[in-house]
Every structure is written in structure tokens, then in C-alpha cells.
């Protein structure tokens, strides 16, 4: 069976590293698309997250982007917004229309230990994703945010296994679409819809064994470095109507996907964060918003899967 493309209006770019592991993607909805967030885990790396909080005065966002380089990798937001300003898209305000761009980052500056010069997202990386940028289904894999992602980390970096973009969607029995973006980055490792394990961090002998056990046992593995630092992102993007409260409520609901794909999760290594995006018409049904964050979390556990899948068969 196929897989729906995102709602129409919504475009999905990237931006990959030619000749190093890291990248950004973005996500370009059409005009007036209100968004919500949920922010989880002890690391998270993000701008312009509070002017979608429910009490802040604007109504919409204008992009989306999720991108590699960690705290420095937010600079691609300065490349996506002076795209929007080029081609009008933006908050109006008295003096003309400013981008709202929310951003988030995941942790792949290990992803080639000891590289000088360091590749990382910038303003022109974030510019290039958006002129990449189109309608139906995005790349997925080793692709923009997810091109240095790696799972399973708790025996370091060189027993992981790779992460990636994935992608997952439905439409619901009311008719709303409903699609979800994910970069799959986390500390922990990977598990299948029967709890099989997908990824997992290897052993000397290569076999995957599963982080959580491990912990349990009261095994330790070495001291954590920083470069563990890790972090799993996803977007929901709907036609459903939602006004920004609802996408807040989504977006919380909807975080309930990372949690069972990914195991342990939300550790202080990890900074995840979920978006939610509607545009459609507003309207007052809770059993609509509860319909689209039940079906937002079982994508979201779908997207995570797909990227990891996806990865591992990516050049």
C-alpha cells in the first residue's frame, strides 16, 4: 500500500553535506499554518521555540527547520529566513513581514571525529534546503538533518548504528491527512512494532544487545562523553483544523510515538523535540483533536522506524 504524500501546500527540502556527515532539512507549510511544540529530554538545542507557545501573539509559523551541527547548526535558520523574505513569506508586522522559522538541532559533530575543518550547517546550508524544497514525499535515509545520525549509543559512537530522515503517513477516516517527518538521532536503540530490536549497540563479537537490559543489570558502560549527546525530532504535519492550542496538544500527544520506538528515551543525552502543524480551518471538536494526536503518535513511532530502516541502506 502507499504511502499518502503530506497535506498539499506543505514542501519538505535538504540540504546534505557534499563531502561530510551533516545537513538540514526544512519544512516550508503554506501560509497561516499555526504550530505547536513538546520539548522532552535533558539536551535540546532550539530557536524561536516560544513564539508558538499558546500564550505567545502570533498565529503561525512560516518554516520548520531541523538540522545537524548542533547549538552551531542553528545559524541555517538565518539562511531560511532570508529565503522566506525573499519570497514573501513571513509574520506581517508594521514594517513588513518577518519569518518565524522554529528550529531544532540534533548532535552530529562526532560524526567524523577530529575533521578540521568542522563541516556544520550555516545560512547558506538553510538557504539551499529551501530552494530544494518540494511538494510530496521527501528523501529519506542518510539525507539533510539525518546525513551524521547514528542510534543505540550507549557503547559510544563506533557501536551505533546509523540514524536517518524518516517518513510516515495516513489518511484518517474523517478524510484528514495526517504525515510526520523524523531525524532519528537517540541515545537509545530502536524497536520494532513486536518490541524486536532494530538497532541496538553492538558488542565486540558484533551482535546487537539491547541498552536497556544492560542498564538493568548494573553494568556501566564507560563514563559518557559528550559526544553522546544525541536527540530524535519530528514534525506532524495535517490539513486537520487546529488552531495553535490543538497543535500544542498534538505535539504533546504525538510524543508519545518517540516513546515507543525508541528505548531508553528522553535521556539527559537526548533533546527531542516534536512539532505539529495544521492548516486547516479551525474548529472546536475535541474528538478531532484527540482523533489526529492518537494518529500523529503511531506515525511518529512509524517516521522513527523508517529512518532507521531507511539509513541502513543508504550510501
Known sequence: MSVPEPPPGFA?????????????TVILPPAGTRAGADVRGGGPGTRETDVIDPLANPQEVTAI?????????????????????????????????????????????????????????????????CEAARPGI????????????????????????????????TVT????????????????DITGAGGELLAGPRGADGEMTRSAEMFASGLEPPEPPPERQSTTLACVMTDAGLDK??????????TAGVARAVDPVFTPFDGDVVFALSDGVPRDDPWQLIRIGTVAASLVTAAIRDGVERAGSSP
Open 12 to 24: 519538505i527540502g535538504h540540504w546534505t553535506a557534499a563531502e561530510a556527515r551533516t545537513g538540514c
Open 65 to 129: 527547520l531541523f538540522t545537524g551541527g548542533s547549538a552551531h547548526g542553528l545559524a541555517a535558520a538565518d539562511g531560511v529566513v532570508r529565503w522566506c523574505e525573499e519570497h514573501d513569506r513571513g509574520y506581517p508586522t508594521p514594517a513588513g513581514l518577518v519569518p518565524l522559522v522554529p528550529a531544532a538541532v540534533i548532535y552530529d559533530l562526532n560524526a567524523e571525529p577530529g575533521r578540521r575543518p568542522p563541516v556544520r550547517p550555516g545560512a547558506d546550508a538553510g538557504y539551499a534546503a
Open 138 to 169: 521527501p528523501g529519506r535515509g542518510s539525507v539533510g538533518a539525518g546525513r551524521g545520525a547514528a542510534v543505540a549509543k550507549a557503547l559510544g559512537r563506533d557501536a551505533a548504528t546509523p540514524g536517518g530522515v524518516g517518513y510516515a503517513a
Open 173 to 188: 477516516g474523517a478524510g484528514e491527512t495526517v504525515a510526520v517527518l523524523a531525524v532519528v538521532n537517540a541515545t537509545g
Open 245 to 254: 492550542v490543538g497543535c500544542a496538544k498534538v505535539a504533546r500527544m504525538a
